[in-house]
Nanobody
Framework: VQLQASGGGLVQAGDSLRLSCTGS????????VAWFRQTPGKEREFVAA????????WYAEAVKGRFTISRLNVKNTVYLQMNSLEPDDTAVYYC?????????????????WGPGTQVTVSS
C-alpha cells in the first residue's frame, strides 16, 4: 500500500488541525497505521497508532489528551485530530503502515512511508 499524508499548515498555539493519511488501495484495511513526526537533526518519533479495525489506539505521552487518531476504512483514510497545539508540535508528520498487529512503536516497525506534511505552530 502507498500512503499520502495531508492537512498540515501554519497555525497558532492553541489551535487545531486534522491530518489525513490516505491509502492507495483497498488493502489499506489490513494495515495498522501510525503517525510519526520529525524535526531537523532528530530521529523520527512516534506520535500515535491505530489498529487495523480502529478498535485500539496508542499515543506518545507528549500528545495524550490532545491528539486523537481514528480511521475510516471505507475511505482508506486514517485521521490525526490535533487540538491545543503547541510550538513543540512543529514538525513534518509522516504516516506509516504495518501489515498485521502492532508490536512496536519504532520507525522500523512500520513502512510504506510517503511524503510528510509540514505542521508549524507559532507561539
Amino acid at each position: 500500500v502507498q500512503l499520502q499524508a495531508s492537512g498540515g499548515g501554519l497555525v497558532q498555539a492553541g489551535d487545531s488541525l486534522r491530518l489525513s493519511c490516505t491509502g492507495s488501495d483497498r488493502t489499506f484495511s489490513i494495515y495498522a497505521v501510525a503517525w510519526f513526526r520529525q524535526t531537523p537533526g532528530k530521529e523520527r518519533e512516534f506520535v500515535a497508532a491505530v489498529s487495523r479495525s480502529g478498535a485500539n489506539s496508542w499515543y506518545a505521552e507528549a500528545v495524550k489528551g490532545r491528539f486523537t487518531i481514528s480511521r475510516l476504512n471505507v475511505k482508506n483514510t486514517v485521521y490525526l485530530q490535533m487540538n491545543s497545539l503547541e510550538p513543540d508540535d512543529t514538525a513534518v508528520y509522516y504516516c506509516g503502515a504495518r501489515w498485521g498487529p502492532i508490536n512496536g512503536k519504532s520507525e522500523t516497525d512500520f513502512g510504506s512511508w510517503g511524503p510528510g506534511t509540514q505542521v508549524t505552530v507559532s507561539s
